[in-house]
């Protein structure tokens, strides 16, 4: 019989496993908080493309109230009943609010409907037909509107022409 002892020359012996439990342990320890940061990341970036699709959904909402304002009285410019720095309500019922962190869609006939949640601010500039004067005091006399939404450090503004000017004259 053989006496003779089977090593195998491709196992780890006790050191070379405690040496590579110990190489790896540093690599993931070095590893760990650059993950960590890679996924706080990640959620930053959802949240932050979250507030922005809905502050533009909002927007693009806005803007097509705007364009569709009524013609004022008089079929001179444009039919508006209420104009504040946050909020604008035109002739025919129909415009947006800023309610608290709420911005709101003004409807005809029915209660307001909820645009965007946690709003930190809203903003309507009113300007003449220059693009320089401000008519916030003489709101029918707008030709261009500026709304700005600012939510969760994301500020997204458009600048809208209402419609009814076309084919009439600036008075």
């Known amino acids: 019989m053989n006496n003779k002892k089977h090593t195998s020359s491709s196992a780890f012996t006790l050191i070379e ?3 590579s439990i ?6 993931s320890v070095t590893l ?3 993950i960590g940061a890679a996924s706080d990341g990640y959620a930053s970036s959802r949240a932050v493309r979250s507030s922005t699709e ?3 959904f909002a927007l693009d909402r806005i ?4 364009r569709q304002a009524p013609i004022g009285a008089g079929d001179v410019g444009v039919g508006i009943t209420s104009a504040t720095s946050n909020s604008i309500e035109y002739s025919d ?3 947006v609010q ?3 962190s709420t911005l709101e869609m003004l409807v005809p006939g029915t209660n307001p409907v909820p645009l965007c949640f946690d709003v930190d601010s809203f903003s309507v500039e009113y300007y003449a037909d220059d693009g320089i004067t401000n008519t916030s005091l003489t709101p029918t006399l707008t030709h261009r509107f500026v709304f700005t939404i600012a939510t969760q ?3 997204l503004s458009v600048l809208v022409h209402p419609r009814v000017w076309v084919g009439q004259e600036a008075p």
């Open 54 to 56: 809905r502050a533009g």
């Open 98 to 100: 800023l309610i608290g």
């Open 17 to 19: 496993l405690l040496a």
């Open 93 to 95: 019922g129909s415009g």
């Open 153 to 155: 450090g994301v500020e």
């Open 63 to 66: 803007t097509r109230i705007a």
């Open 32 to 34: 760990l908080p650059v």
């Open 22 to 27: 110990v190489v790896m342990s540093i690599i």
